[in-house]
Nanobody, 119 residues
Framework: QVQLVESGGGLVQPGGSLRLSCAAS???????MGWYRQAPGKQRELVATITSGGDSTNYADSVKGRFTISRDDAKNTVYLEMNSLKPEDTALYYC?????????????WGQGTQVTVSS
């Protein structure tokens, strides 16, 4: 069982930047990690993912070129660097850890951190 705790959210003006962190209670090196977000009245959507080896990343079209996901397995932490923020980026951002093996699927979620982009 891995517990995930997000931090770094807050209120920022359009065009600003934030860096979200996701700290895990245990080792994450075997897990694919990701960031998802959910705006009021909308479904949760993928923002970015990174493979267990960190060799591949994937981004939603809406954040490509503005957001960067990274991981530091030595610190059991995943980051989301967000630049050129827009009001439509306002949402609750969740961290996810995922691994599927022959025997089971592991899918962990944090409680979320709020990002509000507004002038």
């Amino acid at each position: 069982q891995v517990q995930l705790v997000e931090s770094g959210g807050g209120l920022v003006q359009p065009g600003g930047s934030l860096r979200l962190s996701c700290a895990a209670s245990g080792s994450i090196f075997i897990y694919a990690m990701g960031w998802y977000r959910q705006a009021p009245g909308k479904q949760r959507e993928l923002v970015a993912t990174i493979t267990s080896g960190g060799d591949s990343t994937n981004y939603a079209d809406s954040v490509k070129g503005r957001f960067t996901i990274s991981r530091d397995d030595a610190k059991n932490t995943v980051y989301l660097e967000m630049n050129s923020l827009k009001p439509e980026d306002t949402a609750l951002y969740y961290c996810n850890g995922y691994r599927r093996s022959t025997w089971r699927t592991e899918d962990y979620w944090g409680q979320g951190t709020q990002v509000t982009v507004s002038s």
